[in-house]
């Protein structure tokens, strides 16, 4: 049987991946890892909780890592100590290359943490929804960072974890295409970086998603209510 580890945030391009692999690779077993890493808010947890359960996973966690925020304090304003979340508009161009939201070395602990956990129980596919941003970029969900994670992954002697990044070249507006044939659920979604009632439609998150519903010609669901 096929197996695979998914890094589920609750966000668009993980809950997408997430029902994707469940839909296209019949008897699949998956399983779902989220992260507490000491986030602003924990709305997504909520989110990836119930994306879970709808795919029907085989098994979900919610890993509580929140020292990571302490360790890297104000090098992020996505932590719960750093500083205030920006509007996209208010970013400069040079901000744009690797923004404030930006959170250091995340997505390779990230990762690392899921090889263990996968190579533990005999999986040996780690799945995280990596995609080209529209208007900002981080470096952790490129191609080539794809690639040199695979060639560290590749020294294990027995049992070597293979990292996948189905979207890595899509845009948010083709991995929503890509949802919507398969049927997820994007109300019980959450992109915001700040964690209100409704989302702020203004941070780099909430833009880049817009852009995206609008690219796919639908409209998004948590803003219709």
């Known amino acids: 049987m096929r197996k695979a580890v998914i890094l ?3 966000g668009i391009d993980s809950s997408t991946l997430l029902h994707m692999i469940s839909a296209r690779e019949v008897g699949v077993e998956l399983y779902a890892l989220s992260f507490q890493y000491g986030q602003k808010h924990s709305r997504e947890l909520r989110m990836a909780a119930w994306q879970a359960e709808a795919a029907g996973v085989c098994d979900h966690q919610i890993m509580d890592i929140s020292f990571f925020s302490d360790l890297v304090g104000q090098g992020s304003v996505l932590t719960a100590i750093g500083s205030s979340v920006p509007d996209l508009a208010d970013l400069t161009e040079k901000e744009l290359d690797q ?5 250091p070395n995340r997505n390779m602990m990230l990762l690392s943490l899921a090889a263990a956990f996968a190579e533990s129980r005999g999986v040996q596919r780690v799945c995280y929804g990596a995609q080209a941003q529209d208007q900002y970029g981080y470096w952790d969900c490129t191609e080539a960072f794809v690639e040199r994670m695979n060639t560290v992954f590749s020294l294990n002697r027995r049992d070597p974890i293979q990292v996948e990044a189905p979207f ?42 817009a852009d995206a519903f609008r690219g796919a010609g639908i409209k998004d669901p948590l803003v219709e209510v």
């Open 8 to 10: 589920l945030s609750g």
């Open 168 to 209: 890595v070249g899509c845009s948010k507006a083709d991995v929503v295409k890509i949802g919507l044939e398969i049927g997820v659920d994007y109300a019980h979604t959450w992109t915001c970086y700040r964690g209100d009632a409704k989302p702020c439609l203004a941070c780099p998150s909430c833009v880049e998603r």
């Open 99 to 103: 923004p404030p939201t930006y959170v």
